[in-house]
């Protein structure tokens, strides 16, 4: 650096003329702190004060330990947040995106870490947002290890907001999923009640833009709350229900249904030589699905490729599909059997 | 969901009428498998087609390990990326950024994952960002484990992008570090050749709106370089050279020197009865600091917690400084003792 005080005739420039508060990354940093810890688990290792966050690996008992990771957005699902002014569940969206894509191998989720870029960095804000993080963490049973905030003034108008997750979790090595999976299996998809963190874009574009409807009427005709308490209805944590299933039957694969839908993810464990056929109609479709679709007047096609449909969540299941749904219902979800697995090439088709 | 194709006098709504381009997310995939493979390590298990990126702990041989996790992005480093159409190197930055908080905790890097979000998907360009990402991935020794592209429409303008990473690497709980920081110890600074990821809002302003520079034109009057290259010189990874000076003298800390430049970063390696002291003009500054500063008539106490000021790592050294800024030469980073720890209480000073 140079040690002068520089000359010339300009007005001396500061990181807050250029929109960077560090004040209030200060003040967010401690509104926090209180959430964070709220998620330690026994193995998170305080008081260091280093760069990084701290998990111990000393009481794993794995014979043969992998480590999964996973890393996912709540994609723009934040813009129905800002535009309605609601912060408070986001959070728990995006925790559920990695978590769960790392339960769906087999492993139990250790730890996660946020990354929040914003605007302009309102401290009470990230609060709601963490809080939210903190939720989700505290469900899916990992602790919030670390995180970060950063401002972006010029990238990024000052109510605009990114949520970024990563979660890291432990599985053993013969425990890993897919395995296993053959012709023969049975799906059993799991409640999803909303759009999860998903076509985003394609639902705004249909219900706000098209069909002008607004985010603080009803969700639809008749309906007793919001659209914009129907668009952020948070994302259901599978993690631990997937944990129980497998203690009742012998699951071989999860599909986590996110972007690309329940075609996109089941082929993703499917073997070459199967086929799944998920039969429509054979679980019940949330309201919110029907709308987008007439609202947007958006093909069937389109429709099953942007959205969950109402499972988030796919088992293929290799035992009694009923105990599987017994157990998915015993951990707090709905599940219903919509398929099953018949020998083939690895496509996926929703039949009936 | 609705089976029936929907009624109405609407034009049909599909996902690329709302800005997401599957086809191009699916060729971006495509394009940057290489790049991802050319990190692995022997502990990369592949071909399980799961929902996360899965690493064996079975080689570890630590006695007692600790896991270590970071997260950062390049904050709007990517703006001049975006208005130099230079992608290329921007991912050795977003490794370097959190790869370097965990090697500043003492811990081996052991992967990372980044998450792209964009305003519009062009396969090219991600292509060369990840590019980038495998390059400062295998420069760290850390194998690229996962990632997530998402595009964001009605968030980001086309050709804006925001980049995020995530590291994990593991220590022994002994080896952990701060430890062991006292009065006495000596401070040896790693040569930051440019801004790193940090004090972008601010140079920007400065350079481009205050002083009217163009991105173009050359660095400074004089330079053979223009103001783009100067301003996108990769970030330094210094994780192997921080191993390798700790096998050379006892090394007590290592402070990364980031958001909120040398002053704030050593502070938080600083036990409450030191303080650190560092002599101004005990290293060559780069210029592109002191350009900032005239053009912007940036106070001098802005520039030290916006700006790395040519030293992106500052390491504590119990042993011989001498022999620390020897071993950091010999891995290939400029060095030199810039100062020292006194009884204090936890204050850092730049003086002279």
Redesign the interface.
Same mark, same amino acid.
């Given at each position: !650096?140079?040690?002068?005080?520089?000359?010339?005739n300009?007005?001396? #420039?500061?990181?807050a003329?250029?929109?960077?508060d560090?004040a209030a990354g200060e003040k967010a940093v401690e509104l926090i702190k209180t959430h964070v810890r709220s998620t330690f688990r026994a193995e998170v290792?305080g008081g260091?004060?280093?760069?990084?966050?701290?998990? =111990?690996?000393?009481g #794993?008992r794995?014979r %043969?330990?992998?480590?999964? *990771? /996973?890393?996912?957005?709540v994609?723009?699902k /934040?813009?129905v947040a800002r535009l309605a002014g609601r912060y408070e569940t986001i959070g728990i969206d995006v925790v559920a995106m990695s978590v769960d %894509?790392?339960a769906?191998?087999g492993?139990e989720p250790?730890?996660f870490? %946020?990354?929040i =870029?914003v605007g302009k960095l309102v401290p009470e804000t990230v609060d709601e947002i963490v809080a939210g993080v903190a939720v989700g963490c505290r469900h899916a049973g990992c602790a919030l #290890?670390?995180?970060?905030m =950063?401002?972006?003034?010029?990238? !990024?108008e000052p109510g605009?907001f %990114?949520l970024?997750g990563?979660a890291?979790? +432990?599985a053993e090595?013969d425990g890993?999923?897919?395995a296993g999976v053959a012709a023969g299996d049975r799906l059993v998809g799991v409640a999803s009640p909303g759009l999860r963190c998903n076509?985003y /874009?394609?639902a705004?574009? *249909?219900l706000l833009d098209?069909a002008g409807r607004e985010l603080d009427g009803p969700a639809w005709d008749g309906a007793d709350h919001s659209l914009a308490e129907e668009l952020l209805r948070p994302s259901e944590i599978y993690a631990p229900a997937l944990a129980a299933v497998r203690e009742q039957v012998e699951v071989h694969a999860?599909a986590?249904v996110t972007g690309?839908g329940i075609p996109a993810n089941l082929a993703? +464990?499917l073997p070459d030589d199967c086929d799944a056929v998920v039969r429509?109609?054979s679980w019940p479709?949330p309201r919110i699905?029907?709308e987008v679709? *007439?609202a947007?007047?958006?093909?069937?096609a389109? !429709?099953? =490729?942007?959205?969950n #449909?109402?499972l988030g969540m796919i088992a293929v299941v290799g035992g009694d599909p009923d105990r599987a749904v017994d157990a998915l219902r015993s951990a707090g979800h709905d599940a219903w059997e919509v398929g099953e697995l018949v020998a083939g090439d690895g496509r996926v088709t929703l039949a009936g």
């Open positions: !650096m140079t040690r002068r005080d520089p000359g010339g300009q007005e001396p #420039l500061t990181y003329d250029a929109g960077v560090i290792i260091v004060g280093g760069f990084g966050g701290l998990f =111990s690996l000393a #794993l794995h %043969d330990p992998v480590l999964v *990771a /996973s890393t996912d957005g994609g723009t /934040s813009v %894509d790392v769906a191998t492993a250790l730890f870490l %946020d990354y =870029s #290890l670390g995180g970060e =950063s401002e972006h003034p010029d990238l !990024m605009e %990114d970024v990563f890291v979790g +432990v090595r890993l999923l897919p076509g /874009s394609l705004r574009r *249909a098209q999860f986590h690309g993703r +464990v429509r109609g479709g699905f029907a679709q *007439a947007g007047a958006v093909p069937a389109e !429709m099953e =490729s942007a959205f #449909l109402g």
